[in-house]
């Protein structure tokens, strides 16, 4: 993704030494969200309004994950004019988070994000865990963060696989439609693409817009994706 443009200044990011610290910071630098930010069990936060992180410390390398996470989101706050949907942007944001430090720079390898390979084998032999994929695509990291421990690991860690999936070209059809939504994404293209999909294709009015999107770039057939998905999710835990 190729932003319209590039930002002068600086994105900004606060890091804490303990959760207390991040926690009054929190309060006082947005109080109208605040709320929402301290549901969040562990790490922190970015602020799209802001394109702000604001984190606490982990250990250095869970640390250098979290920041890499939400440093993606900072980068599409920061340089890109629409939000992009959520099952997109956090599953990209996790390719980020496993990396080696050669000579102090990191070299990503999402392969190896042992975190979320784990917590997607607890999703995929736990039957209530797995998050069918209509809905993982309908729901948003806040959803995701409100609902139970398990539900978030599991959101994330499937969120993860997906974009694997669909960028390891092992359907033609929908690697070429992941990459026109990568060209698409974060411009007023996703909008109106949304819009032509919505009046042209019967019974999807009340589609949420995370799916709308699958729909119009992937493929309308959740059931047949949903499969191979599930192959793929399989084999990666091994």
């Known amino acids: ?39 969040i069990r562990e790490g922190g936060y970015m602020d799209y309004p802001t394109a702000t992180t604001v984190a606490y410390d982990l250990t250095r390398d869970r640390t250098l994950a979290l920041l890499a996470h939400e440093g993606w989101h900072q980068y599409l706050a920061g340089h890109f004019p629409e939000p992009v949907v959520a099952w997109l942007d956090e599953g990209l944001a996790c390719q980020w988070e496993a990396f080696d430090l050669k000579d102090g720079r990191p070299v990503f390898k999402s ?17 209530d865990r797995w998050i069918p ?32 999936f669909l960028k390891e070209g092992r359907n033609a059809s929908y690697t070429q439609g992941f990459a026109k939504l990568l060209a698409d994404a974060g411009t007023r293209r996703t909008a109106v693409a949304v819009s032509g999909y919505r009046l042209t294709m019967p019974g999807s009015e009340g589609l949420s817009t995370g799916e709308t999107v699958f729909r119009h770039y992937i493929t309308p057939d959740l059931d047949a994706f949903e499969k191979e998905f599930l192959a793929f999710s399989r084999v990666l835990v091994k």
Do not use: C
């Open 1 to 39: 993704m190729r932003p319209p443009a590039e930002r002068p200044e600086r994105l900004i990011t606060y890091l804490f030494e303990t959760r207390g610290e991040w926690d009054r910071f929190t309060r006082a630098f947005v109080p109208q969200r605040a709320d929402m930010y301290l549901r």
């Open 111 to 127: 392969r190896q994000n042992l975190f979320r390979r784990n917590n997607l084998r607890d999703a995929l032999t736990s039957p």
């Open 133 to 164: 994929l209509k809905r993982l695509v309908e729901m948003n990291a806040g959803q995701a963060v409100a609902e139970t421990g398990a539900t978030t690991r599991s959101y994330y860690a499937q969120v993860w696989a997906l974009i694997m």
